[in-house]
């Protein structure tokens, strides 16, 4: 069965520093893959999305960029946290041909 | 870009009534999903509707859209604690890239 990997589950950090949140998925190969990032008192909104290695989509101009390296990998970074980056970040794959997406457990990002 | 409207933004209801939320959409939706969320914790796919009148259920879930194709509803029937949580409705932009709704917060008082 498929199962998606995502962390770590919280992380504070402080602005001006590097983030790297790293999603897997196992049981599945060449997934679609998504970020996605829910706000406080905001809706969840699209970030990046994959349909292969190397190649990404961004969705919104921000502080943030996404790499796959490998088919069943999808990695968010920042080189320069800031305040507004904080949120719940979330991680889903989709197949493709198949409707409807599997989500992460998510990440609390804290930016202090 | 496609806009989905929730409504209402959040309910309390007592345990074993019913209830029902509405996704309403800016756009024709050629693919519209349901999914619930505990607070702080990834989302749990409920269910898919695709076309026109199209209804389905699970458990006691039951979610329907609309003829035009341009508005979804959710239908709790004898709502449970275990019922509560966020509800988001999500609409297929293409490519898979799914565009969500505010989320609908639901408490269900014992």
């Known amino acids: 069965s498929q199962t998606i990997h995502q962390w770590p589950a919280t992380l504070v950090q402080p602005v001006g520093s590097p983030l790297s949140l790293e999603c897997t998925v196992e049981g599945t190969s060449n997934p679609n893959l998504y970020w996605y990032r829910q706000a406080a008192g905001r809706g969840l909104q699209l970030l990046f999305y994959s349909v292969g290695i190397g190649q990404i989509s961004s969705e919104v101009p921000q502080n943030l960029s996404a790499s796959r390296p490998q088919d069943r990998q999808f990695i968010l970074s920042s080189k320069k946290l800031l305040l507004s980056d904080s949120g719940f970040y979330l991680c889903a794959w989709s197949n493709r041909g198949h409707y409807g997406y599997t989500f992460g457990s998510g990440t609390r990002l804290t930016v202090v | 870009s496609q806009e989905l409207e929730q409504s209402p933004q959040s309910l309390i209801v007592q345990e074993g009534k019913n209830l029902t939320i509405n996704c309403t959409s800016s756009?024709?939706?050629?693919?519209l999903y349901w999914y619930k969320q505990k607070y702080g914790e990834g989302l749990i796919f409920l269910m898919m509707?695709?076309?026109?009148?199209e209804e389905k259920s699970h458990e006691k879930i039951t979610a329907k859209l609309d003829e035009k194709k341009q508005q979804s509803s959710l239908h709790i029937t004898a709502s449970q604690p275990s019922h509560a949580g966020i509800y988001l409705c999500?609409?297929?932009?293409?490519?898979?890239?799914?565009?969500f709704g505010t989320g609908t917060k639901l408490q269900v008082i014992p």
């Open positions: 999500g609409a297929d932009g293409g490519y898979q890239k799914v565009t």
């Open positions: 509707l695709q076309k026109g009148g």
């Open positions: 756009k024709t939706l050629y693919g």
